[in-house]
């Protein structure tokens, strides 16, 4: 079964610092995804990649960047974390075939700025 | 028109009854449908995709997909309680094979 591993299951972290999260896929996927979910407004897509060092913007990318040197791994860096990325944050993966699959999820991480 | 609407819920159901979970759509050309299963506090699990217009049954899951209505649904046989999640729907759109765009979800309880 494919993996996808996200490094940290709970995070705190304080306004204003650089926060990484990470995710790791272990399927030889080409596509991977970064989602954020909060109550009320679903899962809303930050970034993704279709390759190695390759990314597309979603539809709320202020405030994040990513990085995705290596084809197992895919980051997501909040630069200068503020309150309102109190989120949970979902890793998702795929691979491209003629059909789309559907994605493989990550645990999570539950993100608190404080 | 929002991309994916869903019920809003919550949706209730008594245990062995049938639960129907709908889902509309805006883009006609979305080319590919997934129901997700999402328990309190954990990550969406895949449990049906659906790309032609009829229905795919698997187990106590059925999806349906009119691609002329613009409308998917999930129905679940003989609903149990552990059945009781939010389910999301998903779909391929703005002309990607890849990118899923999700509805907010409808919660589903199952009353033993």
């Known amino acids: 079964d494919v993996k996808v591993t996200q490094s940290s299951r709970y995070l705190v972290k304080r306004t204003g610092e650089k926060v990484f999260l990470e995710c790791v896929q272990d399927m030889d996927h080409e596509n991977m995804f970064w989602y954020r979910q909060d109550p009320g407004l679903g899962l809303r897509l930050i970034y993704f990649s279709y390759d190695v060092k390759m990314k597309e913007k979603g539809d709320i990318p202020e405030g994040y960047s990513v990085s995705r040197e290596k084809k197992e791994r895919f980051s997501l860096i909040l630069e200068s974390a503020s309150t309102n990325q109190t989120s949970m944050y979902l890793c998702a993966s795929s691979k491209t075939t003629g059909v789309l699959y559907g994605y493989t999820f990550g645990s999570g991480t539950r993100l608190t700025v404080v | 028109q929002k991309e994916v609407e869903q019920n809003s819920g919550p949706l209730s159901v008594p245990e062995g009854a049938i639960a129907s979970l709908n889902c509309t759509y805006s883009?006609?050309?979305?080319?590919?449908f997934f129901w997700y299963r999402q328990y309190s506090g954990k990550s969406p699990e895949l449990i049906m995709f659906?790309?032609?217009?009829g229905d795919k049954e698997d187990g106590r899951f059925t999806a349906q997909l009119n691609k002329a209505s613009q409308y998917v649904s999930l129905l679940i046989r003989d609903s149990q309680p552990s059945d009781s999640a939010t389910y999301l729907c998903?779909?391929?759109?703005?002309?990607?094979?890849?990118?899923?765009?999700f509805g907010k979800g409808t919660l589903l309880t199952v009353n033993p």
């Open positions: 883009d006609r050309g979305s080319q590919s």
């Open positions: 659906i790309y032609s217009n």
């Open positions: 998903s779909l391929t759109s703005g002309g990607s094979n890849y990118k899923l765009t």
